[in-house]
T-cell receptor
Framework: DTGVSQNPRHKITKRGQNVTFRCDPI?????LYWYRQTLGQGPEFLTY????????KSRLLSDRFSAERPKGSFSTLEIQRTEQGDSAMYLC??????????????FGPGTRLTVT | QKEVEQNSGPLSVPEGAIASLNCTYS??????FFWYRQYSGKSPELIMS????GDKEDGRFTAQLNKASQYVSLLIRDSQPSDSATYLC??????????FGKGTHLIIQP
């Protein structure tokens, strides 16, 4: 049972460029979450999918951010026209569908974004 | 606005002693509670989940929940230097996104 994987692990981009991150959840997990974490803070929830349906979006997810999970497996998070304030660790998590432990979320290694 | 409060620390504990980490939350509708450990530069790792009032033990870790007081705690017995990390408390109201505290930085002194 492999864990959650994320690519790339690091991304350096110039302000104004678009970036896309990928997340592959644990294979049997049908829920997938995106979070953002900045230094000294806990992760902040961005959005959540159940299968291919995007069920919730945080106010943090501005119009420049879009997430997809087209076949209910992997997900992508795109940031358009990046700003220096977008510099953060972007974390993906997944959870399994059955029982009480379905609420336990397991995180991938994250993608560290630096906007110069 | 859901809030989760933790003392940022650092909390310094001698090796072999009990480390006690505390967390309070604002949303009375919260149903599920979690503790994550995060090493510097790494992602959060789930170490405990608790859903009912009382204690839950797993190895050297004990999570305690008091919904009436809106309080969650984590005890680490026989603390080891490898336990030095930031411990994040997280709460969940429904099957959606977790709300995290800022974390407590724990240092285990050899």
């Amino acid at each position: 049972d492999t864990g959650v994987s994320q690519n790339p692990r690091h991304k350096i981009t110039k302000r104004g460029q678009n970036v896309t991150f990928r997340c592959d959840p644990i294979s049997e997990h049908n829920r997938l979450y995106w979070y953002r974490q900045t230094l000294g803070q806990g992760p902040e929830f961005l959005t959540y999918f159940q299968n291919e349906a995007q069920l919730e979006k945080s106010r943090l997810l501005s119009d420049r951010f879009s997430a997809e999970r087209p076949k209910g497996s992997f997900s992508t998070l795109e940031i358009q026209r990046t700003e220096q304030g977008d510099s953060a660790m972007y974390l993906c998590a997944s959870s399994q569908p059955r029982g009480r432990s379905s609420y336990e979320q397991y995180f991938g290694p994250g993608t560290r974004l630096t906007v110069t | 606005q859901k809030e989760v409060e933790q003392n940022s620390g650092p909390l310094s504990v001698p090796e072999g002693a009990i480390a006690s980490l505390n967390c309070t939350y604002s949303d009375r509708g919260s149903q599920s509670f979690f503790w994550y450990r995060q090493y510097s530069g790494k992602s959060p790792e789930l170490i405990m989940s608790i859903y009912s009032n009382g204690d839950k033990e797993d190895g050297r870790f004990t999570a305690q929940l008091n919904k009436a007081s809106q309080y969650v705690s984590l005890l680490i017995r026989d603390s080891q230097p490898s336990d030095s990390a930031t411990y994040l408390c997280a709460v969940l109201e429904r099957a959606d996104g977790l709300t995290f505290g800022k974390g407590t930085h724990l240092i285990i002194q050899p």
